[in-house]
């Protein structure tokens, strides 16, 4: 039951459940990642946990924003600072 509060909280229960993103989105996320991070067990644990997270066209929100190509809008800001700070969480270095 605190689980469900504690999503509540984040607002993720509040969101339509929407289309889940795809395997080339999630190739893409991984490819991204490795050319920035060059680490192939959080990139893989980032764009698993992203497949979990967010939806097929918030996928597309994170991927551009990784590229540098473009920044969140307004409205989703606060859903892309949650979804950083989760998948943080979830791929938390063992260091």
Not at 2 to 12: E, H, N, S, Y
Not at 15 to 24: D, T
Not at 66 to 87: E, F, H, L, Q, R
């Amino acid at each position: 039951m605190r689980f469900f509060a504690i999503l509540a909280a984040l607002g993720l229960l509040t969101v339509p459940a929407l289309a889940a993103p795809s395997q080339a989105q999630k190739d893409e996320f991984y490819a991204v990642c490795m050319g920035i991070a060059q680490d192939a067990q959080l990139c893989g644990c980032k764009a698993d946990a992203a497949m979990t997270l967010i939806d097929e066209r918030f996928m597309g929100v994170v991927i551009a924003a990784m590229k540098g190509t473009a920044s969140p809008a307004s409205g989703d800001y606060n859903a892309y600072n949650t979804y950083v700070a989760k998948s943080n969480q979830i791929c938390k270095p063992n260091y």
